[in-house]
């Protein structure tokens, strides 16, 4: 019996496949057949990066030549960042579609992702679309083993020429082959396309990232002093604790007098300058550990977030000295009531953590490792212990000197949605910022160019987003900074100011492209963010040449009285 069983799955596995209503088997319609690809957010630099895989006369996708597990086989074709791809399949002619298959592959260690999820769509004119389905990724882009994965829609009928499909390329996306499978004609009983209405704008504002921008009327910049910035406009970044090195990393009030106003050449105070501080912890901690760790081995611990606490609400540094600065200033500019805005910041329990610790005393050690104790225990813990951080943060600023401070929001550090490290990673962030809000707070957030969730950010639900454009820290021209910002102006973001640590004649120029782009581009107005390493801009403010052009002009930016300078 058990051999007549085994030999019955094998028939039904060896037979063809055969369209319904008919005796006719199916093919593979799209063998050979012309397609277009489309980067949902195209940009030249990233596309030029996946070059290497060049689609060798747009046949690699329906050659019937598939890939191995070598990432470096050619019959890959190679998808990086941009949003997403769009890929539409020209049949030749209306043929019945039975099923619609595309293959991915995963190299975790590479960067090479399977995507989260693909959308189905089909036409007989290539305008207008049905939408068929979706399906989600079986294997996951966090799975560490290397493999391959099909995505397959079955159970159609339906009569169509244009095949599409649709998904999210995070970092690296590597596929090789759509496979269209149905008849080459049209069926008695097949299905005619239903053309349904667009949805609700809201709806496709949830796809955006796939979408492109195109399919979505542009939103404009976050304006500066917005709402959903608590009246935030123009936001430095400063970093401190830093054991490696502790001058750099421990802030007293005479550092602070720089930024919350804009000082002479001789130290004193003539203006207001950054209307809101976001204080960043370096990462590093004094166990070795790193509150941003990727790495396992250096996955920080309960001890490592108690002394991260300790450090921002240290007596007379950090917290407590931008306030008595704040104080200082308001009493040499006459003006005593003014109130600086304060974001303090999250970081992201490692979801590689095993033993973090104990929350309590007495209490059990959470474990932040999905392959451990299971992805919903996983997400629960981590939602535990950010719990825990944003009431100590809260709890710690009530409590210190901070009457000309006001605390505003919260920053998520992880500077993409890191679909790669856990398989929930989306859902955590959207459950912290419900911790947020619960909180009183706005939930801010400064994606790097191309980031993971940076196209659809509203779906994690952050309040106010800056986007960086890394044009100082990547070899890109001043074409960068026009794409970020019509990206940022596109979705609503503000944008990030970047100045690098080194100060070059390199530097220096890039520096002045954003400003510059400002005025071009029209985020002077916007909600602006402004990174330094350290302390590079009050140190700027009393160096003879780096004062005008690092800190003079930063003034007259924030004043919204920039001007580009002639060019000679």
Request: aromatic share 14%.
């Amino acid at each position: 019996m058990q051999k007549f069983v085994l030999l019955f799955v094998l028939v039904l596995f060896l037979m063809p496949r055969f369209a319904k209503a008919s005796d006719k088997p199916l093919k593979n319609l799209a063998l050979n057949k012309p397609y277009e690809i489309t980067a949902a957010w195209p940009d030249d630099f990233f596309h030029q990066t996946e070059s290497d895989y060049k689609d060798s006369e747009s046949r690699e996708l329906t050659d019937g030549e598939f890939g191995s597990l070598r990432y470096q086989d050619s019959a890959w074709q190679s998808f990086l960042r941009q949003g997403g791809r769009t890929i539409v399949v020209d049949l030749g002619e209306v043929k019945t579609v039975n099923e619609i298959t595309g293959h991915f592959l995963q190299f975790w260690e590479a960067g090479i992702y399977v995507p989260r999820f693909l959308d189905y769509y089909l036409s007989l004119d290539n305008e207008r679309f049905a939408y068929m389905g979706q399906v989600e990724t079986n294997v996951g882009p966090w799975n560490r083993k290397n493999q391959k994965e099909q995505f397959t829609l079955k159970d159609l009928n339906h009569q169509a020429r244009y095949v599409k499909i649709q998904f999210p390329t995070d970092v690296f996306v590597f596929m090789d082959e759509i496979e269209v499978f149905g008849v080459d004609e049209i069926l008695p009983g097949s299905l005619e396309l239903q053309i349904t209405e667009e949805k609700a704008l809201e709806k496709l504002w949830e796809k955006s990232a796939i979408l492109g921008p195109e399919a979505l009327s542009a939103r404009g910049y976050l304006p500066k002093g917005s709402a959903e910035a608590a009246g935030a406009e123009h936001i430095v970044l400063l970093y401190y604790a830093y054991p490696p090195a502790v001058d750099k990393g421990s802030w007293a009030s005479f550092d602070f007098i720089p930024y919350v106003s804009y000082i002479s050449e001789d130290s004193m105070p003539k203006d207001w300058l950054f209307d809101t501080i976001l204080m960043l912890p370096q990462g590093a901690t004094p166990s070795g550990n790193k509150l941003y760790a990727t790495d396992p081995s250096h996955a920080a611990t309960i001890d490592d977030w108690l002394w991260y606490v300790e450090e921002t609400f240290l007596p007379e540094r950090q917290v407590s000295a931008l306030n008595k600065a704040v104080k200082t200033c308001g009493n040499l500019l006459q003006d005593q009531d003014h109130k600086v805005k304060v974001v303090l910041s999250l970081v992201s329990p490692s979801p590689f953590q095993n033993d973090f610790g104990p929350l309590e005393k007495g209490g059990e050690s959470l474990n932040f490792n999905y392959q451990k104790v299971g992805d919903q225990k996983a997400l629960e813990n981590r939602l535990t212990a950010v719990k825990w951080l944003i009431d100590q943060l809260i709890c710690g600023f009530e409590k210190a000197d901070t009457d000309n401070l006001e605390l505003i929001g919260l920053y998520w550090t992880p500077e993409s949605i890191v679909y790669h490290q856990s398989p929930s990673d989306d859902e955590f962030v959207r459950k912290v910022s419900e911790l947020v809000h619960e909180k009183g707070l706005k939930f801010f957030w400064i994606p790097f160019y191309g980031a993971a969730g940076s196209y659809d950010w509203r779906n994690f639900g952050f309040d106010a987003v800056m986007l960086q454009p890394n044009y100082v820290f990547s070899d890109t021209e001043e074409e960068r900074v026009k794409a970020a910002a019509t990206t940022a102006n596109h979705l609503g973001m503000g944008i990030e100011m970047e100045k690098h640590w080194n100060d070059t004649s390199v530097e220096r120029n890039k520096w002045r492209d954003y400003l510059n782009g400002g005025v071009k581009y029209g985020y002077m107005n916007a909600l602006v963010g402004y990174y330094q390493s350290f302390n590079d801009l009050s140190r700027a403010a009393m160096t003879y040449n780096s004062r005008s052009l690092y800190y003079d002009s930063v003034y007259q930016f924030i004043k919204g009285k920039y001007k580009i300078p002639d060019q000679d």
